[in-house]
């Protein structure tokens, strides 16, 4: 009985501190360390990425290039609010930093002299269709700028391929009526050899660097995007995986039909810095909801949509082809997570 009186007093004391040890414990589902990142930060981190751009597009196409941005980023934070409150009935969350990311992405993949009704309809498009159809931030398939840009393409053909001529600083060897990529396109058509129709219409790489050239918003001034591509990598908002992936086949496999007819195809410098190659790998084929989860997954989405842009621009009927590249892998991604699957634990 003595014993038997020990062990109970035994027991209650180890209930009682075991009580007190978890009693300074919070239980909660994991994760149970916080890294420090949110929604909001990674978001506006983005959009300071973009600033750089941003700056380039209005030194060389001035009031419509604000104008435009202005209207895709208003349009697209009213068109998401009246959405979640009175359609879905949702509590609204536009200053969570997505809606401003796709209205100023659909702008950069925009000409600065479209109309600008016609960037409220693919503002509306973008976040409707592209976003709000699947269930808002998170839940959304495709890209949902190049679902509103590639809309307005298709829709308005006319004024989504007349390129203004850039001005400001940079009236000089400007390249007018069409982009670069046109103008290879039409070479090759015509029977012209590329390195000629190219040197007769101004296109040297420091143009493309620096943005001398016609095109969209965001086609202008490499130089821009990849300061932007610096700052995320630094701030660890993107991985390498996917932007080095894409530059890496397009290098690759331009090359290889640059050697086998140099008249015929350009060269691996001019697909990396002409049309929105640059502007789709660094800030739309990264994005977190519409890309692979794993770094195996990452290089092979890379790689589709690297290749893609490549077939596309050279025997496609589109002078570009980075937009359906990127949405077509878009469609391959839950594929691809399915069988990159991380490594089980025990």
Known sequence: ?????????????LVRSKIFYMSNFTISPSPHVHG?????????????ALVPTFIFSVVFFGLGAILVTLTSVVACLVF????QKYLMKQRPTIWDGSAIITGVLLAFNLPSSLPLWIVVIGALVAI?????SFGGLGNNIFNPALVGRVFLLISFPVQMTSWPVPNGFATADAITGATPLALVKEAVKNGQAVGDILSSGG??????????????????????LLLG?????????ISWHIPVAIFATVIVFSGILNLADPAQFAGPVFHLFTGGLMLGAIFMATDYVTSPMTHKGMLIYGVGIGLLTVIIRVFGAYPEGMSFAILIM???????NRYCKPKRFA
Do not use: C, H
Not at 128 to 132: E, L, Q
């Open 229 to 237: 591509f610096a700052y995320m990598l630094i701030r660890k908002i």
């Open 1 to 13: 009985e003595k014993k038997s009186l020990n062990l109970k007093s035994y027991i209650n004391q």
């Open 128 to 132: 409707g269709i592209g976003k709000m």
């Open 203 to 224: 296109v040297s790489t420091g143009n493309l660097i620096l943005g001398n050239i016609g095109g969209s918003l965001g086609e202008v001034a490499a130089i821009g």
């Open 80 to 83: 998401e609010y009246v959405i």
């Open 36 to 48: 420090g990142d949110s929604i909001e930060k990674n978001m506006y981190g983005v959009l300071i």
């Open 330 to 336: 878009n469609g391959f991604t839950p594929l691809i």
